[in-house]
């Protein structure tokens, strides 16, 4: 049994920051890869951050990249957010990939095979 459960959204202003844990429990062992997506109303799913389990290769879209900061500590992950933008309002899900691809992958929410049910971040302008 598998589960992932995503903690810290809420509501702040346009400049501050915000830190989003996902504990993972069952065979956490099996994970190649942690992943955060976001999802606005109206919007598709997309890949926000992702790192490898063994912590050493790590990937970001282009928008979060100088912002956000993934990180993983034993079976929680986080992903730190700075300078928050009104364009970052989204529900935000962590999700955990068990089979090991080409690490580009990890952007595509096809890889993964755990959701967990998403915590709500809003960003007032």
């Known amino acids: 049994q598998v589960r992932l459960a995503e903690s810290g959204g809420g509501l702040v202003q346009a400049g501050d920051s915000l830190r989003l844990s996902c504990a993972a429990s069952?065979?956490?062992?099996?994970?190649?890869?942690m992943g955060w997506f976001r999802q606005a109303p109206g919007k598709e799913r997309e890949f926000v951050a992702a790192i490898s389990w063994s912590g050493t290769r790590f990937s970001y879209i282009d928008s979060v990249k100088d912002r956000f900061t993934i990180s993983r500590d034993k079976d929680t992950v986080y992903l730190q957010m700075n300078s928050l933008k009104a364009e970052d309002t989204a529900v935000y899900y962590c999700?955990?990939?068990?089979?090991?691809?080409?690490?580009?992958?990890?952007?595509?929410?096809?890889?993964?095979?755990?959701w967990g049910q998403g915590t709500q971040v809003t960003v007032s302008s």
């Open positions: 069952g065979l956490t062992f099996r994970f190649d890869a």
């Open positions: 999700a955990a990939a068990e089979t090991d691809g080409p690490w580009v992958t990890v952007t595509a929410v096809g890889e993964y095979d755990y």
